[in-house]
């Protein structure tokens, strides 16, 4: 969230902040001449913790935004994680121990909930890239990206089976859940 000044009554628009911290609680002061806000910051990185053992947990990443919205591991042990680490919201993937850390998208566009097939073939990801937030495929390592849903749907599951994508949708009756081929379609 960033802080924006609308000018009254012509309505320009310039912005205030353009940064990758969030800005809550705005208030100006009477005569406008200053303005007070709450810059809210996350930290969250990846620990593994064998068998339940929190004393022998160790810690994956060391970047401020990892994990955040999403972290799965594959079939072969590895992770797939979301993080902001190279400046905007993409997926990412390391070995199981932290190592190799690889990033699988890279766009401007915000990547979230990544979820992998059971065969480790594919990651299913909502994204902002064709503008509104969207089911997409991709390849383990990124490549041929597939747009799977033209409606609107995020936080993306797959059925154990890998044939479907299940995730949910907001609209006018509230929240439902879908599911679409993990191919793409209806």
């Known amino acids: 969230y960033q802080l924006w000044q609308v000018s009254f009554p012509d309505g ?6 353009n940064d990758l911290s969030d ?11 200053a303005l007070v806000a709450v810059l809210a910051e996350a930290t969250s990185n990846i620990w593994l913790i064998p068998n339940g053992e929190g004393s022998n947990g160790k810690q994956l990443t060391s970047s401020k935004t990892n994990g955040i919205s ?3 591991f594959l079939p072969d042990g590895r992770i797939i994680y979301q993080s902001r680490a190279a400046g905007n919201t993409d997926l990412w993937i390391m070995d199981g121990d932290g190592r190799n850390q ?23 990801f909502d994204s902002s890239r064709s ?11 990124g490549s041929n990206a597939k747009q799977l849903t033209t409606s609107p749907g995020f936080m993306p599951d797959i059925t154990p089976d890998g044939k479907w994508v299940v995730y949910s949708t907001f609209g006018p009756g509230g929240f439902s859940i879908w599911k679409v081929s993990i191919e793409g379609g209806e």
Do not use: C, F, M
Request: hydrophobic letters at 30%.
């Open 102 to 124: 690889k990033q699988i998208t890279d766009d401007v566009y915000s990547e979230r909930y990544g979820s992998v097939t059971p065969d480790g073939r594919y990651v299913v």
């Open 70 to 72: 999403s972290v799965a």
């Open 131 to 141: 503008g509104t937030t969207q089911l997409w495929r991709v390849n383990i390592d």
């Open 12 to 17: 320009e628009v310039r912005t205030i902040t």
């Open 23 to 33: 800005y809550h609680q705005v208030s100006l002061t009477a005569d406008g001449t």
